[in-house]
């Protein structure tokens, strides 16, 4: 435990060269995922199968060695065990049947976290698969992010469906985020009994909102899931990753209490440095420059060991890794960062 690196950054201590994994590292740009995935049903069955989740989770980890292993599932699980209809289209993303009114006062939030068993079943088989050095991740999706798919019942480029819902029914709206912020807790807590080492909270979609929205959806479910995760795991460390949130990073690990903060491409290196005076920091190449490849890596890599190397630092993509990224473009990032020296 006391090697697992990411786990020494996320408790402050500095390392360098910096631990290094990617958001979406089990996926579509990798062959042996490809292969996997074409076999095994729906993307949900894949979520829902131990063992396949469990080898896709370690697919990039035999590849690349990376420090942490996050957990091969979906943020939208949740939903789906609060009885919400969910599947998978090729191409379109999530599908659900949009949640109105009624259906907030519906979910069926008993057993919703019982009903998850099938992914604490992976975590438990991971945590005897990984290789002692290799942190193991939880995760969930923020109330925010995930009610955003609910509402609309699929993805949109501005969640205008969530944000007029929120102002027009905002009665409605906060007991949704509530019954997300209870049962994503009991989630996390389940998820670190079964051997996550610390668990990341992502709220893909901070950056839609105002800043009294955002203080209101964001700020205040994410510090109730924190609240009552510490209050069983109070050592556990948790990344909060409020994509897009611009100048609202400055005091979200505050108010929140979350222990390390995940950094998107387009917070400036400069605010990243003095994020990091507070604790970990984790980010922030462009996903892009790992799909242009040659400079544009070497570039962002090396601006990102110079201006956060110093500090504790976990390297990782500003967001997920895409599908067209190739995987010699992966090995070069991972190269330029582990063979940098100071
Ligand atoms: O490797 C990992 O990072 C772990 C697995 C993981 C997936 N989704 C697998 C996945 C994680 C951590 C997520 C989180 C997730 N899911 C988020 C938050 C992070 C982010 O990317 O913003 C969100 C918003 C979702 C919802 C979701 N799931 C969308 C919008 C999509 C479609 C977009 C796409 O890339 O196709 C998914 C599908 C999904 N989740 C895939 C994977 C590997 C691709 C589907 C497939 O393989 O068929």
Not at 203 to 231: M, N, T
Not at 258 to 270: F, H, I, K, N, R
Not at 309 to 323: C, E
Request: aromatic share 8%.
């Amino acid at each position: 435990m006391t090697d697992r690196k990411v786990m020494k950054v996320l408790r402050g201590e500095t390392v360098f060269p910096p631990p290094i994994w990617m958001m979406r590292q089990a996926g579509r740009y990798l062959p042996e995922y490809r292969e996997v995935r074409k076999n095994a049903g729906t993307f949900l069955d894949l979520c829902y199968s131990p063992d396949l989740a469990v080898e896709v989770t370690l697919q990039p980890i035999r590849r690349f060695g990376f420090d942490a292993a996050i957990l091969f599932s979906d943020i939208l699980v949740v939903p789906h065990a609060l009885g919400r209809d969910l599947r998978f289209e090729e191409g379109r993303g999530p599908l659900m049947t949009p949640i109105d009114k009624d259906g907030i006062f519906w979910l069926e939030s008993a057993g919703a976290a019982d009903r998850l068993e099938p992914v604490y079943e992976t975590v438990r088989l991971l945590r005897q698969q990984l290789p002692a050095e290799t942190t193991l991740l939880g995760f969930c999706g923020a109330p925010w992010t995930v009610a955003t798919y609910m509402i609309a019942g699929h993805g949109t480029p501005d969640q205008a469906p969530a944000r007029l819902f929120a102002y027009r029914e905002p009665e409605a709206f906060r007991k949704l985020l509530n019954e997300l912020s209870d049962v994503s807790a009991e989630y996390l807590i389940r998820q670190i009994n079964a051997g996550a080492d610390a668990v990341q909270i992502f709220d893909s979609w901070s950056g839609v909102l105002d800043e009294a929205c955002f203080e209101e959806f964001c700020i205040a479910p994410v510090e109730k899931i924190v609240r009552k995760v510490r209050a069983v795991h109070p050592n556990v460390p948790i990344i909060g990753f409020p994509k897009g949130a611009g100048a609202l990073y400055t005091n979200y690990r505050q108010r929140t209490g979350v222990t390390a903060l995940g950094l998107d491409w387009t917070v400036p290196l400069s605010m990243a440095s003095s994020l990091q005076g507070d604790g970990a920091v984790q980010g922030n190449l462009d996903p892009l420059r790992v799909v242009a490849g040659g400079k544009a890596i070497d570039a962002g890599v090396d601006a990102i060991l110079e201006s956060l190397g110093h500090g504790p630092l976990i390297f990782n993509l500003g967001h997920g890794i895409t599908p067209d990224a190739p995987v010699s473009h992966v090995e070069q990032m991972i190269n330029r960062v582990r063979l940098t020296h100071r």
